[in-house]
């Protein structure tokens, strides 16, 4: 094997380069210059994507941000083109990971417990797990405020569900606030991102599936179990509470308007007989014998049709025992 490092061998290494260069002549300058010409103009000119916008620095300042399309920049390195895409809808997933994406989807939750377990206010465990969606609404601060904008997300997004999930109760974060603490919390990651310049903007903040843990699952299926079984004690209570009361209140109203209308009948027939007798009285007073006597008349007109058997007897008649056949019924 050759051994190299001496002088001879480098004299005779250049030599033989000299003889190669020499075989092209004058055309080794025209080769060098076209070759820095390809470079220059690949370097020269850029592509963005139909997605993306593309940041332009020179020497490292910020010069302009170009759309889609083919550019023209400085080469060597003076101007530098970052891409950004900004109509992608990037995703950050919490307590789970997407094993396969469709109509049915599979997770995976086995090894993401410890970002997904979370303290109530009323002092219970639960395994949340949640999706947070985001784009890139402005690039530049983006580059520039940013090392690592999805660990920035991923950051905001953990330390503020866990607070909103500290301020509402077990059966709450389970059932009726969901939707209320994503809207919160969706609220306040885009505070803090926007305080900080990040570039950033929150398009969905989504809880997809709040469990207590497995180890309390019997427990809280106890509780649930109970309470289902009030709900229902008190909605049959209630049942028979709508069917008694209304129709006691409705008897009782009814008693009312009856002894109201009642009242009002005695009252109305009362003063009629007061206002009758002063009548009475009046016409008496004018004339006593007439008047007596078409009282007895009145009162016998009434009294007479309500009568079974009627005897007519002479008032001279000393003894009507001898005259009366009582035995058969005669009139």
């Not at 083109?81 to 809808?89: D, F, S, W």
């Not at 427990?219 to 509470?241: D, L, P, T």
């Not at 007061?274 to 006593?288: C, G, N, Q």
Request: charged fraction near 30%; aromatic fraction near 6%; proline fraction near 5%.
């Amino acid at each position: 094997m050759a051994e190299y490092g001496k002088p001879e061998d480098l004299e005779r290494i250049i030599n033989l380069g000299k003889q190669k260069l020499s075989k092209f002549g004058g055309l080794a300058p025209l080769i060098i210059l076209g070759l820095l010409v390809l470079i220059a103009l690949k370097s020269t000119i850029y592509s963005i994507g139909p997605d993306e916008v593309g940041v332009l620095q020179r020497f490292g300042k910020y010069i302009a941000t170009t759309e889609s399309g083919l550019h023209v920049k400085l080469p060597f390195g003076i101007d530098k083109v970052t891409p950004v895409k900004v109509e992608r809808i990037f995703k950050q997933e919490f307590g789970a990971r997407t094993l396969r994406a469709g109509v049915k989807t599979r997770y995976s939750a086995s090894s993401y417990l410890d970002e997904s377990l979370m303290l109530t206010g009323d002092l219970n465990i639960l395994d949340v797990r949640w999706i947070v969606q985001f784009r890139v609404k402005d690039p530049v601060q983006l580059l520039f405020n940013t090392r690592n904008p999805q660990e920035n997300v991923r950051d905001i997004a953990e330390v503020v569900m866990r607070r909103f999930a500290g301020d509402y109760r077990v059966d709450e974060t389970l059932s009726t606030k969901r939707e209320e603490i994503d809207d919160l919390a969706h609220i306040e990651m885009q505070k803090i991102l926007d305080k900080y310049e990040t570039g950033i903007q929150i398009v969905t903040v989504k809880l997809l599936d709040v469990n207590p843990p497995d180890e309390v699952k019997p427990a809280f299926n106890e509780v649930n179990e109970a309470k289902q079984e009030r709900e229902r004690v008190i909605n049959q209570a209630r049942q028979a509470y709508n069917k008694v009361i209304p129709r006691a209140k409705g008897e009782a109203e009814q008693t009312i308007r009856e002894a109201e209308g009642y009242a009002l009948d005695k009252i109305n027939r009362a003063k009629g007989e007061a206002e009758r007798f002063s009548t009475v009285l009046a016409e008496y007073k004018k004339a006593p014998d007439i008047t007596q006597k078409r009282l007895y008349l009145e009162t016998m007109m009434e009294v007479l049709p309500k009568a079974k058997e009627k005897y007519i007897i002479d008032p001279k008649q000393s003894s009507i025992l001898p005259l009366l056949n009582l035995g058969k019924g005669g009139k």
